[in-house]
């Protein structure tokens, strides 16, 4: 399976996958964790610069249209709110893993 090295020493194994109706993300770390993360919860934590000074509601029926790589750091949602601005570094995605949470 094709990897993709990154500058924060974590390495994604490709491809990411989203669930049939856009709602969970999995990623796979070549070190062997898979982080899993839903879509409410992926948006609502978007790094970008509005998001981060205005707060908005965000649907719990929000989806993940479209994954993009960026470089080889991270990763950009287009989400069905047609929300796209946000620049997910790995290191970043991993913090937000809820695998432990029963998702």
Known sequence: MKQVNTLNSYSLRLPYKKDKKGNVLELIWSEGPTTIISAE????????ASCRTTKIKILPEVEILEIYPVGRYALNFLFSDNHNLGIYTYAYLRSLDESQDGI
Request: one cysteine or more; aromatic letters at 0%; a positive charge.
């Open 41 to 48: 919860k992926l948006r609502q934590a978007c790094p970008c």
